[in-house]
Structure formats: C-alpha cells, structure tokens
C-alpha cells in the first residue's frame, strides 16, 4: 500500500506532458504586416508558460513573430477552434 501511494505521488509530482495538449496562439509577420489565429499540438509540457516558448520557437522558424499563446487545453477544444483557425489550424 505504501509503494502503491508513493507512486501516485510521483506521477503527480511530474510535469504534464503533451499527449493531447493544443494551444491556441495569435502571430504576426512583417512587411507587409501579416497577423494569424492558429492552433498547434504541443510536443512539450501541457502548461501555457511551457507553450510560449514552443510555439514561438516553432514559429520563429517559419518567419512568424508570437504575439501571445491564448489558451492551452486537449482534444474537446479542437472542433470549436477549427474554423476560426482555418489554414493554420495544425499547421505548424
């Protein structure tokens, strides 16, 4: 019993990581100025702090600027974000 309560502990005490874990994010790009609502599956922590820096880094390759991460949530949140994301829903 004791084994089986520590590992539920630890398991808690780890980092979520991105099963099914989405953020939605705003970006821009410059000259001519260039803005996009888009939806992305994280690789990383399911933590909107974490997401900042994968989304940003993923769109930086890209020669896209974050603006900001707007949400991170899982899989029930795909359908409603579909159409307000259009060509970069899942894009990246």
Same mark, same amino acid.
């Given at each position: 019993?004791?084994? /089986?309560?520590?590992? *539920? ?7 979520? &990581?991105?099963? #099914?874990?989405?953020? #939605? ?31 940003? *880094? ?7 600027? /974050? ?5 991170? &949530?899982?899989?029930?949140?795909? #359908?409603?974000?579909? *159409?307000?994301?259009?060509? &970069?829903?899942?894009?990246?």
């Amino acid at each position: 019993m004791r084994n /089986l309560i520590l590992a *539920a502990a630890m398991a808690l005490a780890q980092p979520a &990581f991105a099963a #099914d874990c989405y953020a #939605d994010y705003k970006a821009k790009q410059g000259n001519p100025m260039r803005l996009h609502y888009g939806v992305m599956q994280l690789q990383g922590a399911c933590q909107k702090s974490a997401a900042q820096a994968e989304v940003s *880094a993923r769109l930086a390759a890209q020669g896209w600027t /974050l603006l900001n991460v707007v949400s991170v &949530f899982g899989p029930e949140g795909l #359908d409603q974000r579909r *159409a307000n994301a259009g060509e &970069f829903f899942l894009r990246f």
